[in-house]
């Protein structure tokens, strides 16, 4: 009893001295405190011990980390834990998150730790289980791909003796039938394997079918067949050849006449691929206007001549330092913009700074006419605009602001300058 006194004489002392009130909160806790000081043993302590050992080892470690010594305190951790039936419910489904899309080899141990799981729920966060589930993961992406591998090298099967063949018979042989013959046979014994042979044993029995048909036929078609190939060699050359017109002309499109880099059609059509991998795999880009400074007054006093060497010059700089997965552009007359990937901020950045350095060390050269170009630009990160139409919006603006405030500046959407 003495002891007892004591020790709660000690706790109120001690919060007094740290100016906390002896709620029951913090009462207790300096309590429990006060009797570690003092050794003294009550069964509070022996059945939080107990409650301790009961626990998870991750819950172990969170209290130890955050000195939880109090029922008070243990309360809300306990009351963080998921309820058995939320996990039972989720548990209900495993099999259906599990089971492979192709090779359902495995569906046999899926069900069998469903089963456990379900009747021993806690047994879902243990190492052991969480070590399983990723086994199966693995094993079925890798049965997955063993057996797309194997149906694809089945079809390639197919289709190489069937192309073979039907180029032989109809070009080269002069016994049809007999190569006819010869092809159903080969259909007949091709070896395929297990994960093929439902898929592809229809496939294989029209086949024979096919071929049993145009063996009876192929004699009236022979010539009909001879022509149409001809024509087809015909067509396609012609298709060819319009496809690489129009590629070229496709091509020609979209590069800008005078500084030969992609123009402002070529910029859209860039942006929507970058947004797309953006969205899809969260790749991070920037996008970077360009604007020199004073363009007008180099026209004017130097002539137009001298202003497309300028405009030629700064495109052949920003192609030069832009790397080919990245895209740089001619907006508009004496306007410039890049999208360029990165995977830290730092790195736009520096490119920014070697343009800013190549373009300021140097000067631009027409005939015998040597300029210092200076110019504006503007960056902006897409990541942090709602849409990439946002980011050009912002970048335009920073632009302008960079042309107001005295030029040759480069303004950053984080507030900095160059």
């Not at 190492?127 to 993961?137: C, H, M």
């Not at 289709?159 to 002069?174: A, N």
């Not at 990541?383 to 919006?393: D, T």
Request: charged share 35%.
């Amino acid at each position: 009893m003495k002891d007892i006194k004591k020790i709660i004489k000690a706790a109120i002392k001690n919060l007094t001295k740290n100016d906390k009130l002896p709620t029951p909160e913090y009462y207790e806790k300096e309590f429990f405190n006060q009797a570690k000081l003092f050794n003294y043993q009550f069964n509070e302590q022996n059945e939080f011990e107990n409650i301790f050992k009961s626990l998870s080892e991750e819950e172990q470690i969170f209290i130890r980390e955050n000195n939880i010594t109090t029922f008070y305190e243990l309360t809300f951790l306990l009351l963080k834990r998921v309820k058995n039936r939320d996990i039972i419910n989720f548990l209900e489904h495993l099999d259906y998150f599990l089971i492979p899309s192709i090779d359902h080899n495995i569906e046999d141990r899926i069900k069998i730790l469903k089963e456990e799981l379900l009747n021993e729920p806690e047994k879902l966060v243990k190492n052991s289980t969480i070590n399983r589930l990723r086994k199966f993961t693995t094993e079925r992406i890798q049965r997955d791909k063993v057996v797309v591998q194997e149906k694809a090298k089945d079809v390639k099967k197919v289709i190489s003796l069937m192309g073979k063949y039907f180029d032989k018979c109809i070009l080269q042989s002069d016994d049809t039938s007999r190569e006819l013959k010869m092809i159903k046979s080969e259909l007949e014994a091709l070896e395929l394997s297990e994960h093929s042979a439902r898929d592809i044993a229809m496939i294989q029995s029209r086949l024979i079918d096919s071929v049993y048909k145009l063996e009876n036929n192929i004699e009236d078609t022979q010539k009909e067949l001879f022509k149409g190939q001809k024509d087809c060699v015909y067509l396609q050359k012609q298709v060819n050849k319009l496809q690489k017109e129009l590629d070229e002309v496709s091509h020609e499109k979209d590069i800008d006449f005078l500084t030969g880099i992609n123009n402002r059609r070529a910029f859209i059509s860039e942006i929507d691929k970058i947004e797309n991998e953006y969205e899809i795999f969260k790749s991070k880009y920037a996008i970077i206007f360009y604007d020199i400074d004073h363009f007008k007054s180099i026209n004017d006093n130097y002539g137009f001549d001298c202003g497309d060497t300028v405009l030629s010059t700064f495109a052949t700089i920003l192609k030069k330092l832009t790397r080919e997965e990245d895209v740089v552009c001619r907006y508009a007359s004496e306007k410039f913009v890049s999208l360029i990937h990165y995977t830290q901020e730092n790195e736009v950045i520096t490119y920014l700074k070697r343009v800013q350095n190549i373009i300021s060390t140097n000067k631009f050269v027409h005939k015998d006419i040597k300029l210092k170009v200076k110019f504006c630009a503007s960056l902006a990160f897409r990541n942090k605009y709602a849409s990439y139409k946002e980011a050009i919006e912002y970048a335009e603006i920073l632009l302008n602001k960079a042309k107001h405030e005295g030029r040759n500046k480069i303004i950053l959407d984080t507030g900095f300058c160059l």
